[in-house]
């Protein structure tokens, strides 16, 4: 059975820094595209970040472009998000997620059960 946890979740300043990690279990990362979500509130869940199996391509939604740096240590078999020059409109419960299938982006499956996000002006 596939887990994912995220942590590093808290409570900064605007124009401070987090790094989120999202553990896996019962898989070994190193085949699968993995992605993070975020979702606040009264708001749909919406793209992030994601990074191909090889670690090689990464994409990133327009609003996070340049501040937010997603990444992978498949020995660890963890998937970070750095995430700087927080803004307010970041607050968010962030998400990892996984597809069920290798090697592909999208169709993510597996999802972990979030961690808080909250930056404060």
């Known amino acids: 059975q596939v887990q994912l946890v995220e942590s590093g979740g808290g409570l900064v300043q605007a124009g401070g820094s987090l790094r989120l990690s999202c553990a896996a279990s019962?898989?070994?990362?190193?085949?699968?595209?993995m992605a993070w979500f975020r979702q606040a509130p009264g708001k749909e869940r919406e793209f992030v970040a994601a990074?191909?199996?090889?670690?090689?391509?990464?994409y990133y939604a327009d609003s996070v472009k340049g501040r937010f740096t997603i990444s992978r240590d498949n020995a660890k078999n963890t998937v970070y998000l750095q995430m700087n020059s927080l803004k307010p409109e970041d607050t968010a419960v962030y998400y990892c997620a996984s597809p069920s299938r290798p090697f592909i982006l999208g169709k993510y499956d597996y999802w972990g059960q979030g961690t808080q996000v909250t930056v404060s002006s």
């Open positions: 990074i191909a199996w090889s670690g090689g391509s990464t």
């Open positions: 019962g898989r070994t990362l190193s085949t699968y595209a």
